[in-house]
């Protein structure tokens, strides 16, 4: 069974940056799907960007040009890097790890993004 961690969570002003990083145990990560989702108050969770384990990506529209998600599977953590962050940003940020066939392997306790405009 996977565990993941997240943190760089907090409170940033609009147009400011996080880093938000997932820490996985165990020595499957490199070979796996990792997805970056968030989910607001009131709302569904929703993925904003997947990586896959030979480094190719995708993203949500509403964070495209904005967001980068990177991974270090020497160290079996992977990254979000948040730029230009917006208000409507604000949510519990949640990392997970999938096969390819979109088997999901774990999720991380989530860390909380509040942007203030």
């Known amino acids: 069974q996977v565990k993941l961690m997240e943190s760089g969570g907090g409170l940033v002003q609009a147009g400011g940056s996080l880093r938000l990083s997932c820490a996985a145990s165990?020595?499957?990560?490199?070979?796996?799907?990792m997805g970056w989702y968030r989910q607001a108050p009131g709302k569904q969770r929703e993925l904003v960007a997947r990586?896959?384990?030979?480094?190719?990506?995708n993203y949500a529209d509403s964070v495209k040009g904005r967001f980068t998600i990177s991974r270090d599977n020497a160290n079996d953590t992977g990254y979000l890097q948040m730029d230009t962050l917006k208000p409507e940003d604000t949510a519990v940020y949640y990392c997970?790890?999938?096969?390819?066939?979109?088997?999901?392997?774990?999720w991380g306790q989530g860390t909380q993004v509040t942007v203030s405009s």
């Open positions: 997970n790890l999938a096969t390819r066939s979109d088997i999901v392997l774990g």
């Open positions: 165990g020595s499957i990560f490199s070979t796996k799907t």
């Open positions: 990586i896959t384990s030979d480094g190719s990506t």
